[in-house]
Each structure stands twice: as structure tokens, then as C-alpha cells.
């Protein structure tokens, strides 16, 4: 043990010292770099070796001061001033060194002071009660114990703490003084001042006494150490809290007592007769004169007083004379009420929590409950009382000793223990050692006994299971209804797969034949897994149809297929991610591993869309080789061509522009016009220059022309224009580009769709001339729009007349409809003039109070 505490005292390091041998190495010269260097190894390994204490001690000087610096846990800057300072004598010179709470000298100084405190936190009551003045061997005594507290305050502000945060042992000298101010540093300065001098100073005045009452808080130093020795297994539990409850008791009554006396002590020495004490007579004894008794007998009479007082069982030989202790007496045994309550409490707890056969007991009695109030039978009731048993008889609970370990630790031990067995279950066939690695620290083990039904035919599985030791069969049913062994489980074999892998019901009914021990994996922990390590997965799902024969029908491998498509769909956001990110590395390997180019996510954006988006010239080429659909539009509508010029990558753009892509958009119309209206120039030229129709109309049948001269923008208006923008284009209400400018007042914008009037007006002598050169027509339903179904009949095709009144005629004469009639839009809105209706619009011709 002596050889491992020097071992931990010696690797361990702070920042601190790895910052200055860090520095030391890189300045010093090249012959001591390769002296440190040759020997890092071999010192290296000198930490892990355990030697002996003697054999360190008969070593020179400097390794003697060695081991005293380990073993005090001090800094590498004391270690190296110190030293210069033994060797060379200087003088007067700064030290700064921490103290690791762990070391043997640091700990031999805390059992120093811990006696210390046990008897300053009796003695305290005692002379708080017994003395005015200490004699002069207390006195003394009581010195020394203050200078012992004031070296052990002077200590603190040296000892490094654990955070309770990070859990990381803190060595600066900073945060440990202040840790240290804002805590126990006023409590323990004011508990070592000598207040037995300042109360003689001071005129003996009475209430300079009751400061002696903060000595009180050095108690902690002793709970502290109870509250260790609890945690210490070494020592017994049930002795170490009978011995604690025993302290706490007699603490309680020895401080009672002093109180008891010192409510005798402060009435004059003429009214002795009105205390407790002074009233006193046990036998022919009499307590009159009770200053002058003996001190022992005076305090062991107070003790008495207390103890009877605080169990209650006084027989009234002492009693309350005055009002004050007849106060007192009743707060002390309210007190006593809670403080025998705890008492008895903890013991009755130590009694019956501390047995295991008493456990194993109440556990049982719970069962039985259970399965009465449940009725079950009688074979699950024998299966329930043997796991039990064997939970609480049986050696195979170890693993529940380790579940408060780290889990990295756990990690290595479920690997240690558990890896030989995976690595040769069939399932798992030509898979990575990373895949069986994530595998087996998922891994729980669990034994069962023979009779066991672990899954049954027909339920949903959500577990996996692997043999380890044992023997279990697989039960199915045969054509006539009876029970028929499928196959043997042995060790190394696993069961569960199918219902998992294919998500049915387990094929067969899974039992015990002998004393069994299995590893379980829960489907949760095995499908992340699986989504991860794809490659493996696909092994495993191929390994699945190779390995079970008696289950290999069109069922099982409709569902595995069913299941590697999944994958494969799953497999498609990765590739996705891929493109998103500019990996050509890992987007070229997932392909060439069957991923499908064209597959799309959850928004319906394919690798091509997020190439295009981000810009990435190389990916968007090697896609286009692999042949996927440039035109392929997602769930909002857009193209990657449409990406890749809203993100301003035009070298992307051209390319796929080259390579037939097209800039179809549903509702183009209004997509154009809220670009026009952002006042995004290069948008709008990319947009233009991509084959987007600047003539495109919106829902009121405005075209990009109407939103720029109703804005007044000029270079919007310049830019269509120059793009084959018509400036004869009619809204809904019938304006034209020129009618938007002319009211928006924009005399510049207004020059410029005249001069383009005049323009388009040369190359097109008549707008009528183009007006039936492509006519217009729509479809008139007898019916309103939001009649029911019943009432709907079959409309009329109609070209469109130059007024609303000659449409409505040519209707009503078509379908005989008869009275005054209007027309209405799908919206049932009234239409009042022909300019308003586009192109194979749906109308509907109704009386004029329908």
C-alpha cells in the first residue's frame, strides 16, 4: 500500500508544472534534449513501478527531498526554489506550493486537528458553564489548541479542492483562497481568538462569554470525518453509525449539562437556594453550598440531570426551581422529542435494512402478492420465485456491482468479457471491429433457468439475444397443431434477428433447455447502430438470408428487401449531406456503393439542388455525368437552375443551362413580379439571361412591366424592356405599363415605355392585328360556382368578344339562359369587363340575384 500511494503521489502533476517542463525542455540545449529524450521512456515506465519505501529512502539526498515533495504533494516551483535554497542557502526567497488533500502528511495533520476538534467541541460547553477564568494549566492547553487552529487556517489556503462541477482537483493558489474566504475563514479565525484573555481584559463582563459559543462550528471537522468513515470499507456500517448516533447523543446531553450549570452559576451566590442545584439533597447530602463541591461531582450531577431529563424517566429528585430553567427544560425536551425520534429511527433502519436474507424477503413478499391479486398460474409462478432466487443465491449479479463505474470503464469490461462471443456469432460475418465493438458495450447479461419461455410465436420482439452458455430451442407448430422443434440454439447463436431485422412477429417460440446464460441487445440500440454502420447493416441483413435455411421462403425475403430498401432511401440523405457539404471524396464512394443519385429528401431536393444551391462546380458536373434529371424540381417548386441563380453561382447556372436545364416554375408569374419588386438587378438578369419569359403574368394579370412602372423603377423597367417586355400588356383592370407609370409620375420611367411603345408599334403596326392573331377563349358553366354538384350541367367553349355585354349574349343564347344574367369568376367574383379574363379561363353565367 505504501508503494502505491508513492507511486499516485508521484504522477501526479498540475497545469503548472506541465507548462514550466514543457518550457524547460524546449530551452534547453541539444545535448540535455536528447538526454531527456533517451530517457522519457524509461521514466515513463518508472511511474507505473511500485517500490518500496525503505529502498527510496536509502537513496541519496536529493531523492530523499524527492519523496518528501511527492509526499506533500508540493508544486514544481517549491521543488525547484527549495532545493537552490538547500544547496546554495539563499535567503528570504517567494515559495509557492499547493498541498494535494490526498497526500500521507496532509491527511496524518487532519487526525491531528480532528483530536483537537473533539476536544475543543467538548471542552467549549464546559467552560462556557463550569469556569469564569480558566486555571493556568487549561489555559495553556487552550492555547496550544488555538495555535494548532491557526496553522491548520494558514493550511487551508493551501490545500487544493475537487470543483464540484468538473470534478477536477483545482491547484491554483487564487481560486483556493477565495474558495476558502467565502466559506469557513471568518467562523475558524473568530473560534481561535482567545477569548478567556478578552474576557478578563474586558472586565469580566458576561457577555463576552457567549463568543465562545463559535467555537462550536469546529463540529463539522468531526461530522466530516463520520460522514468518511461511512463511505470507509474497511469498518463496519452498522458500528460506524451505532458509534456515531452514541456521539451525537452524548454531545447533546454534555452540552445540556454545562447550560443546566450555568443557569445555576449566573443567579448570586444568595440566591443559590432558587436553582436546581442549590436546592438540591440526594440522601443526606445537600447541594447548598454547591460552588465549593468538587468540579466532577458538579458536572456529573449535571449530566445526570440532563440524561434523565432528555429520556424522560426523571424520577423528580432534580427539578426546576426558578422560571428560566423551567423554560429551558421545556425547549430541551422538545428537542429531545425530535433528537429520540432520530435516533430510534436510524436504528431501527440499521436493523432491518441491513440484511440481505431480509431483502430477499420483503422482495418475495411482494411477489406473492402480486401474483395472488393477479391470479397467475402456477408455471409462472414457479419461473418468478426461481429467477428470484436465483437473482439473490447466485454469483451472476456482478454485473449490477459495476453499473456505478464510469461508462467508458464499463465499455472495456463489457469488451473483456463479452467480445470473444460476438465476434463468432454468424450473424455477424465479415462485419467491422468498430460495428461489433458499438455492439458489444450495448450488451446486458442475463441468465435464465430451464422452462423459461423467453419470446413466444406471433409477438412483436424488441429485444436481441445472444448465447453465451446453455442451451434453448426454437418451437414452432406443425400442420396438425402440435409443438415441433425447429432447431437447437447453442452457444455463439442469436435469435430474435428476424422480427427485428423484418419487423413481424417472431417465427418461432424461443425456450430454455438448461441453465442458460445470454447477452441482450434492445432493437433501439441495434437500429442506431445499423444507420450508422450501413455497410454492416447490409452484411447483416445478407448474412440473415444465408444462415436461416428453415425460415428462407418469398415472405422473408420480400420483408428483407423491403427492409434494404429502407436503408437504401436512408442511405440517399447521406448522400444528400454529401452534397450539401462539397465532399466529392464521400458522394463518388456512396454512389459506387448503390446509392441513387436521384433520390430525394424529405423537402424533395435532390444531390443536384444542393450542389447547385452551394455553389459547387465539380459535384454539379459529376452528378450530370451519373445522369440525373436536371429539370427535377423539389416540393416547393424549384429547380437546381433556379438554385443556382438565386445563390448567384452563374458558372453553375451556365452549365446547367448547357446541359438542357429550364427555368420551369409554377406560378412564374408572380415569382417574376416579387423579384421585380425586391429591386434585385443581377437577380433579375440572371433570371433573364436563363430563359425566363419577362412577359409572365400574376394572378391579377400583371407582368413584371406593371410592378416596376407602379414602383417607379427605372433600371427594373430598362432591364425587361431590353428583355422583350410588351409595354401593351393589360392588368386586370385594364391598365398598361405605360397607365402605371403615367400615375406613379415618374417622368424618366414615362419617356421610356413611350419610346418602347413607339418601338413595339413599328414592329407591330396594330395591337388589334396582334389581338387576333392570337384570340382568346373560355369555357361558361349555366350554374354559380358554389353550387352544390347535383346542380352542375355541362358549359359552353367561347371565344372571347371585344365587351362583357356581347360575352354575356353569346352565353345566353348558347346554353337558352333567360333574364338578367352576369359573369362570375371561379372566386364568385363579378367580372365587368373582358381585359379581366385570361386565357381558357373556367366563368359562370348566373341571374343577376343569384
Same mark, same amino acid.
Given at each position: 500500500?505504501t ?5 499516485k ?7 503548472e ?11 534547453s ?8 529524450s533517451?530517457?522519457?521512456?524509461s ?13 527510496r ?14 509526499q ?20 528570504g526567497?517567494?515559495?509557492d ?10 491527511r496524518?495533520w487532519t ?10 467541541s467538548f471542552?467549549?460547553?464546559m ?6 477564568g480558566?486555571?493556568?494549566?487549561l489555559f495553556?492547553?487552550d492555547?496550544?489548541g ?10 487551508q489556503?493551501?490545500v ?17 483562497a ?8 471568518i ?7 482567545p477569548?478567556?484573555i478578552?474576557y478578563?481584559?474586558c ?5 463576552v462569554?457567549y ?9 463539522r471537522k ?5 460522514h ?12 460506524t ?8 447523543e452524548?454531545?447533546c446531553?454534555?452540552t ?7 443557569l445555576?452559576t ?18 443526606d447530602?445537600?447541594?447548598s453550598?454547591?460552588?465549593e463541591?468538587d468540579?466532577w ?5 449535571s449530566l445526570y ?12 429528585d ?18 429531545d ?8 429511527g436510524?436504528m ?8 440481505k ?12 402478492k ?14 418468478i ?7 439473490y443465491e ?7 456491482v459495476?453499473?456505478?463505474?464510469p461508462?467508458?470503464?464499463r465499455?472495456?469490461?463489457?469488451q473483456?468479457?463479452y ?5 463468432k ?6 462485419c467491422?471491429?468498430?460495428?461489433i465493438?458499438?455492439?458489444v ?14 419470446m413466444e410465436q ?18 414452432g ?12 440454439l ?6 430474435g434477428e ?11 417460440t424461443?425456450r ?7 447477452l441482450?441487445l434492445?432493437k ?7 444507420d ?7 452484411k ?13 421462403d418469398?415472405?422473408?425475403?420480400s420483408?428483407?428487401t423491403f ?11 447521406k ?8 465532399d466529392l471524396?464521400q &458522394? $463518388?464512394?456512396l454512389?459506387?456503393?448503390g446509392? @441513387?443519385?436521384?433520390k430525394? *429528401?424529405? #423537402?424533395? +431536393? !435532390? /444531390? =443536384? %439542388?444542393?450542389a447547385?444551391?452551394r ?18 424540381k ?6 437546381p437552375l433556379l438554385?443556382?441563380v438565386k ?8 452549365l ?27 437577380? &433579375? $438578369? ?5 430563359g425566363? @419569359?419577362?412577359n409572365?403574368? *400574376?394572378? #391579377?394579370y +400583371? !407582368? /413584371? =412591366? %406593371?410592378?416596376a412602372?407602379?414602383?417607379?423603377l ?10 422583350g417586355?410588351?409595354?401593351f400588356?393589360?392588368d386586370r383592370?385594364g ?9 406613379c ?6 419617356k ?15 395591337q ?6 392570337h384570340?382568346k ?5 349555366p ?5 352544390p354538384? @347535383?346542380?352542375r ?7 372571347? /368578344?371585344?365587351?362583357?355585354q356581347?360575352?354575356i349574349k353569346?352565353?345566353?343564347e ?6 338578367d ?8 367574383g ?5 381585359d ?6 373556367k ?7 343569384h
Amino acid at each position: 500500500m505504501t508503494g502505491k500511494k508513492n507511486v499516485k503521489a508521484a504522477t501526479t502533476t498540475t497545469p503548472e508544472e506541465e507548462d514550466q517542463r514543457k518550457q524547460t525542455t524546449t530551452s534547453s540545449s541539444p545535448s540535455s534534449s536528447s538526454r531527456s529524450s533517451s530517457s522519457s521512456s524509461s521514466s515513463d515506465e518508472r511511474e507505473y513501478e511500485v517500490q518500496d519505501l525503505r529502498d527510496r529512502l536509502k537513496s541519496s539526498r536529493g531523492s530523499r527531498f524527492d519523496l518528501i515533495e511527492n509526499q506533500l504533494g508540493l508544486n514544481s516551483t517549491w521543488s525547484k526554489f527549495s532545493r537552490q535554497a538547500l544547496l546554495h542557502g539563499i535567503r528570504g526567497f517567494s515559495v509557492d506550493f499547493v498541498i494535494h488533500p490526498d497526500n500521507r502528511w496532509y491527511r496524518a495533520w487532519t487526525k491531528f486537528i480532528l483530536l483537537w476538534a473533539v476536544y475543543s467541541s467538548f471542552f467549549t460547553p464546559m467552560e462556557f458553564g463550569f469556569f469564569r477564568g480558566l486555571p493556568e494549566n487549561l489555559f495553556i492547553l487552550d492555547i496550544i489548541g488555538q495555535i494548532a487552529f491557526l496553522v491548520d487556517i494558514v493550511l487551508q489556503f493551501f490545500v487544493a479542492y475537487r470543483d464540484s462541477q468538473t470534478y477536477r482537483t483545482v491547484y491554483k493558489r487564487t481560486p483556493i483562497a477565495l474558495r476558502y474566504l467565502k466559506s469557513n475563514f471568518i467562523f475558524d479565525l473568530l473560534g481561535c481568538m482567545p477569548w478567556d484573555i478578552i474576557y478578563k481584559a474586558c472586565g469580566r463582563k458576561e457577555e463576552v462569554r457567549y463568543l465562545l459559543w463559535i467555537r462550536l462550528y469546529r463540529v463539522r471537522k468531526v461530522t466530516d470525518f463520520f460522514h468518511k468513515l461511512e463511505k470507509d470499507i474497511r469498518v463496519n456500517y452498522i458500528i460506524t453509525r451505532i458509534v456515531k448516533l452514541i456521539v451525537v447523543e452524548l454531545y447533546c446531553t454534555h452540552t445540556a449539562a454545562c447550560i443546566f450549570y450555568y443557569l445555576a452559576t449566573t443567579l448570586p451566590e444568595s440566591q443559590e437556594g432558587y436553582t436546581w442545584i442549590g436546592s438540591l439533597k440526594l440522601g443526606d447530602f445537600s447541594y447548598s453550598h454547591f460552588r465549593e463541591i468538587d468540579l466532577w461531582k458538579r458536572y456529573t450531577t449535571s449530566l445526570y440531570f440532563a440524561i434523565v431529563t432528555m429520556a424522560t424517566v426523571g424520577y423528580g429528585d432534580i427539578h426546576a426551581v426558578n422560571m428560566r430553567e423551567m423554560v429551558f427544560i421545556m425547549v430541551y425536551v422538545s428537542f429531545d422529542m425530535i433528537l429520540g425520534a432520530y435516533l430510534i429511527g436510524n436504528m431501527t433502519a440499521l436493523i432491518v435494512k441491513g440484511s440481505k436474507t431480509e431483502k430477499f424477503r420483503d422482495k418475495m413478499t411482494d411477489l406473492m402478492k402480486y401474483m395472488n391479486r393477479n391470479r397467475l398460474g402456477r408455471d409462472i409462478r414457479e419461473q418468478i420465485k426461481g429467477h428470484v432466487r436465483l437473482q439473490y443465491e447466485s454469483s451472476y449479479t456482478e454485473a449490477s456491482v459495476i453499473q456505478d463505474i464510469p461508462i467508458s470503464i464499463r465499455a472495456k469490461i463489457s469488451q473483456t468479457l463479452y467480445l470473444p462471443y460476438i465476434e463468432k456469432v454468424s450473424l455477424f460475418k465479415g462485419c467491422s471491429s468498430e460495428f461489433i465493438r458499438q455492439i458489444v458495450i450495448r450488451l446486458h447479461e442475463e441468465f435464465f433457468l430451464p422452462g423459461e419461455v423467453i419470446m413466444e410465436q406471433g409477438n412483436v420482439v424488441d429485444q436481441l439475444y445472444f448465447v453465451c452458455h446453455g442451451v434453448l430451442e426454437e418451437v414452432g407448430t406443425a400442420e396438425d397443431g402440435t409443438e415441433e422443434t425447429v432447431s437447437l440454439l447453442q452457444p455463439n447463436s442469436s435469435f430474435g434477428e428476424i422480427s427485428i431485422l423484418c419487423n413481424i412477429p417472431q417465427p418461432y417460440t424461443v425456450r430454455v433447455c438448461e441453465l442458460s446464460r445470454l447477452l441482450r441487445l434492445d432493437k433501439q440500440s441495434f437500429t442506431n447502430i445499423l444507420d450508422i454502420y450501413f455497410y454492416d447493416g447490409r452484411k447483416v441483413l445478407n448474412n440473415l438470408l444465408e444462415g436461416k435455411e428453415s425460415f428462407r421462403d418469398k415472405q422473408l425475403e420480400s420483408d428483407i428487401t423491403f427492409h434494404i430498401g429502407k436503408q437504401e432511401a436512408e442511405l440517399a440523405l447521406k448522400v444528400n449531406n454529401a452534397a450539401f457539404n462539397g465532399d466529392l471524396y464521400q &458522394l $463518388k464512394g456512396l454512389i459506387r456503393a448503390g446509392a @441513387d443519385p436521384n433520390k430525394t *429528401d424529405y #423537402d424533395g +431536393r !435532390s /444531390p =443536384l %439542388h444542393l450542389a447547385a444551391s452551394r455553389g459547387y462546380e465539380d459535384i454539379t458536373l459529376f452528378l450530370i455525368q451519373e445522369r440525373v434529371d436536371v429539370n427535377i424540381k423539389d416540393n416547393f417548386g424549384n429547380t437546381p437552375l433556379l438554385e443556382a441563380v438565386k445563390n448567384g453561382h452563374d458558372r453553375v447556372a451556365s452549365l446547367l443551362v448547357r446541359e438542357g436545364a429550364s427555368m420551369k416554375i409554377e406560378n412564374a408569374g408572380s415569382f417574376l413580379c416579387t423579384a421585380v419588386a425586391r429591386g434585385d438587378s443581377d437577380y &433579375l $438578369k440572371r433570371l433573364l439571361s436563363n430563359g425566363m @419569359d419577362p412577359n409572365l403574368k *400574376d394572378y #391579377d394579370y +400583371r !407582368s /413584371p =412591366l %406593371h410592378i416596376a412602372a407602379a414602383e417607379g423603377l427605372y433600371f427594373m423597367a430598362k432591364l425587361l424592356l431590353e428583355g422583350g417586355a410588351s409595354v401593351f400588356t393589360k392588368d386586370r383592370w385594364g391598365n398598361t405599363p405605360l397607365d402605371e407609370a403615367r400615375m406613379c409620375g415618374n417622368k424618366n420611367l414615362i419617356k421610356l415605355l413611350e419610346d418602347a411603345k413607339s418601338a413595339q408599334l413599328s414592329e407591330f403596326p396594330s395591337q388589334e392585328y396582334t389581338d387576333k392573331m392570337h384570340p382568346k377563349k373560355c369555357t361558361v358553366f349555366p350554374y354559380h360556382p358554389w353550387d352544390p354538384k @347535383d346542380n352542375r350541367r355541362h358549359g359552353i367553349v367561347l371565344w372571347i /368578344p371585344h365587351s362583357i355585354q356581347e360575352l354575356i349574349k353569346s352565353a345566353a343564347e348558347q346554353i337558352e339562359f333567360s333574364g338578367d344574367a352576369c359573369i362570375l369568376s371561379e372566386d364568385a367574383g363579378k367580372v365587368t369587363d373582358v381585359d379581366m379574363i385570361k386565357d381558357g379561363q373556367k366563368l359562370y353565367l348566373v341571374h343577376e340575384t343569384h
